[in-house]
């Protein structure tokens, strides 16, 4: 599996925020079906004494087409959702997008309309200074 060009820089985010990368990538599997998401991540809930877990989907969106590549990550993203829910229903999935892609591309109103009806978390990252903001 070829890795997306800002893979690095979302684990190192990820990172400095005090996620401990627990797999790179996660297998998911689902019957015959193997897939694997780009990041598993957990950090310690210290009031609560459990742990959160996520899963990063993380995309550069480098293609000349922006719908296009979106129409093939929210169809990947769903697929992942829908077998991370019979695997490890306690983990949340996020699409890890560039912050210039989210601003020009993700605020346009189709996109904002599908990313909210759809429930897509997402988590923004600067590709200069590999900072993150989430979007939930």
Same mark, same amino acid.
């Given at each position: ?43 310690? @809930?210290? %009031? #609560?004494?459990?742990?959160? /877990?996520?899963?990063?989907? &993380?995309? =550069? ?22 077998? @991370?829910? %019979? #695997?490890?229903?306690?983990? /949340?999935?996020?699409?890890? &997008?560039? =912050? ?37």
């Amino acid at each position: 599996m070829a890795k997306d060009l800002f893979h690095d820089v979302v684990k190192n985010a990820l990172i400095a925020e005090g996620w401990e990368i627990t797999h790179d990538p996660l297998p998911v599997d689902y019957g015959d079906v193997q897939m694997q998401i780009d990041l598993g991540a957990e950090r310690l @809930l210290a %009031a #609560q004494r459990d742990s959160e /877990k996520i899963a990063v989907e &993380v995309k =550069s969106f480098t293609k000349p087409s922006a719908i296009s590549e979106f129409h093939t990550v929210v169809g990947q993203y769903f697929n992942y959702r829908y077998a @991370l829910r %019979a #695997q490890e229903a306690d983990r /949340k999935l996020y699409l890890a &997008v560039p =912050s210039h892609i989210y601003d020009q591309f993700f605020r346009l109103k189709f996109v904002e309309e599908v990313i909210q009806d759809q429930q897509i978390l997402i988590v923004i990252y600067n590709t200069k200074t590999g900072g993150i903001k989430w979007i939930n």
